[in-house]
């Protein structure tokens, strides 16, 4: 059987940064829009969406398709013979792209992240911290120049946001936007 490629999944990747939400969300408007989704979650991921939220990892671990243990490095996605159309990492530590950059991968988050760039996919990274200072900047530069696209979760105001999740759904509008993918009520600049 051929797969055709809007049957490719997307893998989701969680770390331990601030920003469960936008994860949690993005897992709902991939479900929403048919596109199926591999999900991986590092420990911390876990931790962080537990302070964040009133979910339970195996809640949001029920909005995905297929997923992964964070150590299981001999996981489908951690083959580049494995199509995908790419991966994001909703929110992504300095730990993760760090590790992402350094190509010195200890997880299956971050191998993941490592075959997405090797195989000239789309990897983008919802980076989480401030302000950065000149290593991490140096770091998102390498990342850049080798394809990554840096994509911190910011809010645009001129849509007039009335509320978090409508935040929230912008940031995560132009995350899809990347891969070709839209919702029917996105807003958009007029």
Known sequence: MQVQPSNLPIVIGVSGASGSIFAVRLLQILRELNVPTHLVMSKAAELALSMETDLSASEVKSLADVVYKVADVGAAIASGSFLTRGMVIAPCSVRTWSEIATGVTS????????????????????????????????????????????????????LKPQNIEEMVDQTLDRVLDNFGLAREDVKRWS
């Open 107 to 158: 997880s299956l988050l971050t191998r993941a992240a490592d075959v997405t760039l090797k195989e000239q996919r789309k990897l983008l990274l919802m980076i989480r911290e401030t302000p950065l200072h000149l290593g991490h900047l140096r770091s998102l530069t390498s990342l850049a120049e080798m394809g990554a696209i840096i994509a911190p979760p910011v809010p645009a105001f001129y």
